[in-house]
């Protein structure tokens, strides 16, 4: 009689298979930056519906804005979204501080970039508020026409985000200095207040290109 052996099968092993969720703060972020989007939208829809109902309140009152300070203060706020990414990079190498002298700029670290962005914003917001201030005096105010109308709402809820911004700075940098070690959790307040940082400039040229460059 044959005998038929057997041999039982070592049981197969499945490769182990790593799986990188999406980080939920800054998908969170993004969706919320998402609605903030919708709601400028609205915003440029009602600059541009008043302007095509009312062209006479445009003709009369866009040579009272100052285009060249204007452009000054844009260009201040569109730096500081470099010295933002700056920040956010040196939050990815976990270097909250600086590592050599003040004046030695590529060995900044988090905190320094954070801070001279926002001194960058406030600089934004100082100068908007000059420009409201010249053009009060100039006869254009909120009431004063269309024209006044859209352009204080549409300029002022972005200063308001910008001011938003401003103190989620100031909540990144407190944040980093009360931490006993600069981790992931800190770093992750500083990509997704960039995100917010990017997004505030971005709506900011369109509206400069909008209001102060489109005849």
Known sequence: MAIVSTATAAPRTSPHVSVNRPNPVSVGTIVWLASELMFFAG????????RGADPEAWAENTPKL???????????????????????WAAERFQPVRTGSLFQVNRWGMNEWMALTYLMGAFFI???????????????????????????????FHGLHVVGGLLAFLFLLGRSFS??????????????????????DVVWIALFAVIYLLK
Do not use: D
């Open 43 to 50: 915003l440029f829809a009602m600059y541009f519906t008043l």
């Open 126 to 156: 100082g100068g908007q508020i000059y420009e409201y201030a010249e053009l009060v005096h100039e006869g254009l105010t909120i009431s004063s026409s269309p024209y006044g109308s859209v352009f204080y709402l549409t300029t002022g």
């Open 179 to 200: 931490a006993k070690r600069f981790g992931h959790h800190e770093a992750t307040t500083a990509i997704v207040t960039s995100y917010y940082w990017h997004f505030v």
């Open 66 to 88: 100052n285009i060249t300070f204007a452009a000054i203060n844009t260009t201040v706020l569109v730096l500081s979204s470099v010295t933002c990414q700056m920040g956010v």
